[in-house]
């Protein structure tokens, strides 16, 4: 059973930056499509950048092209989420998922996947 808990988040002014993790235990993580969705208040949880099982192919939603970088590092079962140039719109609980060897255009394309954390609460406001 994979757990992931997520980290990183906090308050910050328009046009600072964060970085977020997701840290993973109990399953083979290199076997599993990583996505990070959001869900700000009064809205749908959705997708903002996946990424495949060993790195090479990645997904943003055209909201954050330019701005997020996402990541991962196998060997310490972790996934990054870097975010520049933050906007309020920006503003939202931020959850890691998992899926298991699922195409990344599909894991960010839903929101019914077998693995999620908690979530972690990012404010961009001045």
């Known amino acids: 059973q994979l757990q992931l808990v997520e980290s990183g988040g906090g308050l910050v002014q328009p046009g600072g930056s964060l970085r977020l993790s997701c840290a993973a235990s109990?399953?083979?993580?290199?076997?599993?499509?990583i996505g990070w969705f959001r869900q700000a208040p009064g809205k749908e949880r959705e997708g903002v950048s996946c990424i495949s099982t060993r790195g090479g192919v990645t997904n943003y939603a055209d909201s954050v092209k330019g701005r997020f970088t996402i990541s991962r590092d196998n060997a310490e079962n972790t996934v990054y989420l870097e975010m520049n140039g933050l906007k309020p719109e920006d503003t939202a609980v931020y959850y890691c998922?998992?899926?298991?060897?699922?195409?990344?255009?599909?894991?960010?394309?839903?929101?019914?996947?077998?693995?999620w954390g908690q979530g972690t609460q990012v404010t961009v406001s001045s």
């Open positions: 998922a998992a899926d298991l060897l699922l195409a990344v255009q599909s894991m960010c394309s839903d929101t019914d996947h077998d693995y």
């Open positions: 109990g399953g083979r993580f290199e076997d599993y499509t």
